[in-house]
């Protein structure tokens, strides 16, 4: 079946380490994106990527890093420079120019 | 930037009442695009909507695209317990070029008493 799996579906982890949280695809999507949801809030763009090998920053990305090494693949990293990291982290992907975009599961993350 | 602002915030009806819900903005969107997050999942596309005047259904779900092109509306018929969520309605940034990138709106939490 096509779709978007991330994992792990929930993530503790110490303050101070960094964390790698994993999107994989396989709708042959060119465009693929990170939103951090937190509770009773709607969706914030963290990072997103038009295609293979390129990505921009969001809205909030500070704190953040991602790769695109693999057209399937989007990983997003919660580094210790990010303040605020536990959340409900959400990635999706998109046909390029299309606007219609398909998310995963989430990944909860929680910061002792 | 651009914003969508929806209303209502939260809804608590009885079930097979129906549901209204809409999405506005100050500026004009050229797609809207409705999506339900049921708790602790990711969001699922309900309706996609790229018409002004653009009147589509999905089952018990109708949306409309505003004829001003700044807003949008969603009718839930004869609502049932499943169809409690968060609703969220998502366009295009229009001044992100092509990249793809969506500005969604804070949501519509519904519940729905049996």
């Known amino acids: 079946d096509g779709g978007i799996t991330q994992s792990p579906k929930y993530l503790f982890r110490k303050e101070g380490q960094n964390v790698t949280l994993s999107c994989e695809q396989n709708l042959n999507h060119d465009a693929m994106y990170w939103y951090r949801q937190d509770p009773g809030q709607g969706l914030r763009l963290i990072y997103y990527s038009q295609i293979v090998n390129d990505f921009q920053k969001g809205d909030i990305a500070e704190g953040y890093s991602v790769s695109r090494e693999k057209k399937e693949s989007f990983p997003l990293t919660v580094t210790s420079a990010q303040k605020n990291p536990t959340a409900f982290y959400l990635c999706?992907?998109?046909?390029?120019?299309?606007?219609?975009?398909?998310f995963g599961p989430g990944t909860r993350l929680t910061v002792l | 930037g651009q914003q969508l602002n929806q209303s209502p915030q939260s809804m608590f009806i009885q079930e097979g009442e129906d549901v209204s819900m809409n999405c506005t903005s100050s500026s004009i969107f050229n797609t809207w695009l409705w999506y339900k997050q049921d708790p602790g999942e990711g969001p699922v596309l309900l309706i996609a909507?790229?018409?002004?005047?653009e009147l589509t259904s999905n089952g018990r779900l109708t949306a409309q695209f505003g004829i001003t092109r700044k807003d949008s509306f969603l009718n839930i018929s004869a609502s049932i317990p499943s169809d409690v969520g968060i609703y969220f309605c998502?366009?295009?940034?229009?001044?992100?070029?092509?990249?793809?990138?969506?500005?969604f709106g804070q949501g519509t939490t519904l519940q729905v008493k049996p």
């Open positions: 999706a992907s998109s046909k390029g120019q299309y606007n219609e975009q398909f």
């Open positions: 909507l790229y018409k002004a005047g």
């Open positions: 998502a366009g295009p940034d229009r001044f992100s070029g092509n990249t793809g990138k969506l500005i």
